[in-house]
């Protein structure tokens, strides 16, 4: 499925602050926008953010997302060895009338 | 707190069926939300197999309707997964989640091998 595209992989330094994107198209991100999980090696995904900037009870104010037309972005601020991890976005893509994922990122903290 | 558990056989021979439940505790499945299934080959990403709304309407990825069922049992409060004609690319980490906006709570998943 290659429904939402993300880079494979970003490293960033300690403390410092991490832009992830997700690129889809008008029947997916411009649509209700995208939800970002975050995945641990050898965990089940939890999710961050959904519809573009609401976060779930919990998750920390250093993830933030957001979205400009069709591309659906997280942020993470102050960047902690403990955010080292895969992160995935997804969408309801409306044309193929199924929930979509992006590829992932691996974020590295350097 | 809301809790899902997969279960099921670790281990299917190929072109047999797999069969997963999605025990779910802390919530009643019969009081909404949609419920889903999810899954991660090794090394891989995530992919969508399929949703069930509360009343048993279902859902499926396109690309495996043709293998997929869905179904709940609102009295044991757990839904199901069958995936028929399985292949060695259906070896993943299964994963059952519950649904609204996006996929707010999973499972710890289980992980399937497709072998003779």
């Known amino acids: 499925q290659a429904g939402l595209t993300q880079p494979p992989s970003v490293s960033k330094g300690l403390r410092q602050t991490a832009t992830l994107t997700c690129t889809g198209n008008?029947?997916?991100?411009?649509?209700?926008?995208a939800a970002w999980l975050q995945q641990h090696q050898g965990h089940p995904p939890k999710l961050l953010s959904y519809?573009?900037?609401n976060r779930p009870s919990g998750i920390s104010e250093r993830f933030s997302a957001s979205r400009s037309g069709n591309t659906a972005s997280l942020t993470i601020t102050g960047l902690q060895p403990e955010d080292e991890a895969d992160y995935y976005c997804?969408?309801?893509?409306?044309?193929?009338?199924?929930?979509?994922f992006g590829g992932g990122t691996k974020l590295t903290v350097l | 707190q809301v809790q899902l558990q997969e279960s099921g056989p670790g281990l299917v021979k190929p072109s047999e069926t797999l069969s997963l439940t999605c025990a779910v505790s802390?919530?009643?499945?019969?009081?909404?939300?949609?419920w889903g299934w999810i899954r991660q080959p090794p090394g891989k990403g995530l992919e969508w197999i399929g949703s069930?709304?509360?009343?048993?309407?279902?859902y499926y990825n396109p690309s495996l309707k043709s293998r997929v069922t869905i179904s709940v049992d609102t009295s044991k409060n757990q839904f199901s997964l069958k995936l028929s004609s399985v292949t060695a690319a259906d070896t993943a980490v299964y994963y059952c989640?519950?649904?609204?906006?996006?996929?707010?709570?999973w499972g710890q998943g289980t992980m399937v091998t497709v072998s003779s």
């Open positions: 989640a519950r649904r609204w906006d996006a996929f707010d709570i």
């Open positions: 802390g919530y009643s499945i019969s009081s909404g939300y949609y």
């Open positions: 069930i709304y509360h009343s048993g309407s279902t």
């Open positions: 008008s029947n997916i991100v411009g649509n209700q926008g």
């Open positions: 519809r573009n900037n």
């Open positions: 997804s969408a309801w893509d409306s044309s193929l009338s199924a929930w979509v």
